[in-house]
């Protein structure tokens, strides 16, 4: 098993895929997973490239996750391939904004493993999966409104707090997690 | 042996093998006997853990606490479920001691997180298991008194441990004492030096009105 | 439950097609799921799983504590196999923080994490079983065995379920003294076992037929559904992440990877004796060869644990499968996102698929053969 760099990944695209928008983000992390950055309207041509291309054969989308950021949301697919035992190759696309164009395609046709993934994206980030079959909450239930994974969510304060002496160990924890960091 | 139903015949031998096996133990040879809990209990390993309680030293939990309240467990607990105030002393000045240490043990999950994390060694694992109260929330927020147990109880409950603990401290007390000796010894040294050389420029100075 | 008032599915159900709503309460031990299955007679055409009763938000609660303090949660994943949820946490942020880990530690961990492995494979022959109606003997004598190594972990770890074992860069704790002793001399035993639950099972007729030929998958649909571990194996396709990757010190271990042919419920479950197997011979060298050392990296903070920025995907071989964390790291005390990659939930992908067309009953056997955990289905 030899290792498959982004970069060779990208120079086949580039070559296959002349007009397809993708660049290669740094990971400045030890783990030195650079990611593919397709654009949204790119989306599920790369990833059918990616996935039949000979050399590649990335058949695999182990796994989905939405990432948020200040000023839009990210679905990360991690790719492998079984055939050819190489992995991990990362593919993101970026959502327009967080609201209104918070949408990129759904790879769900390529892989169906990304199925229950993206809805749970959609469910906890309100990525919507444009092209998917069965968009619907996955862990929420269907009634609820926000998205809880979002860095700006606020939770309800509905709940009932035991009476014990602890009033104030609920508000500082309150306080100690009340605004997050964003990335630099 | 191959004949349709074998296989089940095969399974009902195995089962009975059971029936019979669990009247004996087979590794050490001897009848298997319900164990009489709660009059009679297994032996827990050492490592057991359920709950954090405090240490204290000597007979007298309220001055021999080891806890110095600095809070960082307070602080590192993943649920959040230890609640700490810091004591006073009688001019409303903040001293190394706790004054309220309560445990939501209805919380705690028993990772010892707070364990590791205590530079003090004052709080440590118990193992008792058998935690139950009359409300749901009160009996179940365990405070200071109750916290406190002997270093001699945490010997009973995990020897190597324990003494482990004792020969940190004990190296850690000589480490400081040898510390300020030979803090002492340098201020001596320095006090014998100046003295030494004042009398040596006492010596000097008196020197030339010595009579040759 | 009638046709007439039927809400489960959009659209109208033909005449004659019954809705049930299996669960949320089904006493097979998974956990609490449930199917909403329309049937035509006794045969499913349809079939929804419903998740989210156990739904806690994991990945939240991680987000707002410090990177240590999410280890302790993460045995709350697959509550059976704490052991490997530590081990892919720990893994994960190793590849994110680029941290080196001791030898001893990384026999540690894959004594820990192959010990789970058996217990949750053995504890899978007890479940199955109570899948298909068989509720009783062969999960109290799995159970009789598991608690054994339940018993094992206690000493080693404090906790027979929650371990909270492996901390970035090494392991908690070293073993008590004898304790490798103990664990040889228990696993020694074991191969009786594992013949003993073959002979009582395997060629039983009964189980036979209600195995094999139900659920059948091919290899390449259980690729394309991201399945992972003994299930996507035992449709015969060779990818174990042990080999693959080749992480920590499994490229010096010596086993072989087994893989199914129809891959129908039957080759699930054979699969997993024949895996238990294979980890007790993983436990023997790794029992043999462990070297003397410190456990845990010395260089590495536990405590105010801060990696680079930067991101990672790691993971491992978990018993259930493929058991990855995405991580970013602004560089704070505290995971920018924290993601599972939970094989339980993935594996249920295919759920629907391997239903279709056939019977009620089976429904409950091809959910048990994918061996799932709420825990981590939900998180
Ligand atoms: S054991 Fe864990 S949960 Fe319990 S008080 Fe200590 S840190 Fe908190
Ligand atoms: S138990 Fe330890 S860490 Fe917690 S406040 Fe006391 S001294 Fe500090």
């Known amino acids: 098993m030899s290792p498959l760099l982004p970069q060779t990944v990208l120079d086949r695209l580039h070559a296959a895929l002349p007009q397809a928008r993708v660049e290669l983000v740094n990971n400045p992390s030890p783990s030195g997973q650079h990611a593919l950055l397709v654009h949204r309207e790119d989306a599920v041509q790369v990833a059918e490239f990616l996935k039949n291309d000979p050399e590649l054969l990335l058949d695999y989308a182990s796994d989905v996750s939405g990432v948020d950021y200040p000023e839009y949301l990210e679905a990360v697919y991690h790719l492998f391939s079984i055939a050819k035992k190489h992995g991990p190759i990362v593919l993101k696309t970026r959502t327009g904004d967080r609201g209104a164009d918070a949408s990129v395609p759904s790879l769900t046709r390529v892989w169906k493993s990304a199925d229950f993934q993206e809805r749970e994206a959609f469910d906890l980030f309100g990525i919507r999966f444009e092209g998917h079959p069965d968009l619907r909450r996955l862990l929420m239930w269907e009634e609820f409104e926000d998205f809880p994974l979002r860095k700006d969510y606020v939770a309800p304060n509905d709940c009932e707090y035991e009476p014990t002496p602890h009033g104030d160990i609920v508000q500082k924890a309150a306080a100690a997690s009340a605004s997050p960091v964003p990335q630099a | 042996m191959n004949f349709p139903g074998s296989g089940i015949i095969k399974g009902m031998a195995v089962t009975a093998l059971n029936i019979v096996g669990s009247y004996f133990d087979r590794a050490h040879a001897k009848r298997l006997i319900t164990e009489q809990y709660p009059e009679e209990r297994p032996k827990l390993a050492e490592a057991s853990r359920s709950f954090p309680f405090l240490v204290f030293d000597g007979d007298d939990p309220e001055k021999g606490i080891r806890c110095v309240a600095c809070k960082i467990c307070e602080k590192e607990c993943p649920p959040q479920c230890i609640y700490i105030v810091k004591d006073t002393d009688a001019n409303g000045k903040p001293i190394m001691r706790p004054k309220v240490f309560d445990i939501d043990i209805s919380v705690c999950m028993g990772c010892q997180i707070c364990v590791e994390s205590c530079p003090f060694e004052s709080i440590r694992m118990d193992n008792i298991y058998e935690v139950s109260g009359y409300d749901r929330f009160a009996p179940l927020v365990l405070h200071k008194p109750q916290l406190l147990k002997s270093n001699a109880y945490y010997h009973g409950i995990r020897p190597t441990e324990a003494a482990a603990t004792d020969a940190r401290i004990e190296a850690a007390r000589l480490r400081k004492e040898a510390a300020a000796k030979a803090a002492a010894a340098k201020v001596a040294a320095a006090k014998a030096a100046a003295a030494a050389k004042a009398a040596g420029e006492k010596a000097a100075e008196t020197k030339p009105t010595q009579p040759e | 439950m009638s046709a007439s008032s ?55 609660i991680a987000e707002k504590n410090s990177w240590l303090a999410a280890m302790p949660y993460t045995d709350r994943l697959d509550y059976i196999c704490s052991g490997t949820n530590n081990w892919a946490y720990a893994v994960a942020v190793e590849k994110l923080a680029g941290i080196e880990v001791p030898e001893r530690a990384e026999y540690l961990r894959v004594i820990v994490g192959e010990m789970t492995r058996l217990q949750n494979h053995t504890a899978f022959l007890g479940f199955i079983l109570g899948d298909m109606g068989a509720w009783g003997s062969a999960l109290m004598y799995a159970f009789r065995e598991r608690e ?20 970035f860069g090494g392991v908690r704790c070293d073993t008590p003294a004898g304790w490798l002793d103990k664990a040889r001399a228990y696993l020694a035993t074991y191969p009786a076992f594992l013949d003993e639950m073959e002979q009582f099972l395997t060629g039983n007729e009964i189980l036979l037929s209600r195995l094999q030929g139900v659920g059948v998958l091919s290899a390449q649909r259980a690729i394309n559904g991201g399945l992972s571990g003994p299930v996507l194996r035992a449709s015969g396709v060779d990818y174990d992440i042990r080999k693959v990757d080749g992480y920590s010190i499994y490229p010096r271990l010596k086993f072989r990877v087994p893989r199914g042919e129809v891959g129908d419920c039957f080759d699930r479950f054979m699969l997993r004796l024949l895996e238990a197997r294979e980890s007790l011979k993983i436990l023997q060298q790794a029992l043999d060869q462990i070297p003397e ?9 536990q405590r105010g644990f801060k990696p680079p920025a930067g991101e990672a995907y790691g993971r491992i071989e978990g018993p259930k499968g493929e058991l990855g964390f995405h991580l970013v790291s602004n560089g704070t005390e505290k995971p920018y996102r924290y993601h599972v990659r939970p094989p339980s939930l993935i594996n249920l992908t295919l759920l629907e698929e391997m239903c279709l067309g056939t019977k009620i009953a089976d429904v409950m056997v091809i959910l048990g053969s994918i061996d799932i955990v709420l825990g981590e289905v939900d998180r």
């Open chain 3, 6 to 60: 039927s809400n489960f599915f959009s659209g109208t159900a033909d005449a004659g097609a019954l809705e049930v709503s299996l669960g949320p309460h089904h006493p097979s031990t998974h956990g609490v799921f449930r199917m909403n299955v329309r049937m035509e007679g006794e045969t499913v055409v349809k079939l929804q799983p419903v998740f989210g009763y156990l739904h806690r938000n994991h990945e939240k």
């Open chain 3, 293 to 301: 050392g410190p456990v845990v990296n010395p260089a590495v903070k």
């Open chain 3, 148 to 167: 054994k190594i339940l018993d094992l972990f206690e000493e080693l770890t404090g906790a027979r379920m929650m371990l909270n074992y492996a901390r």
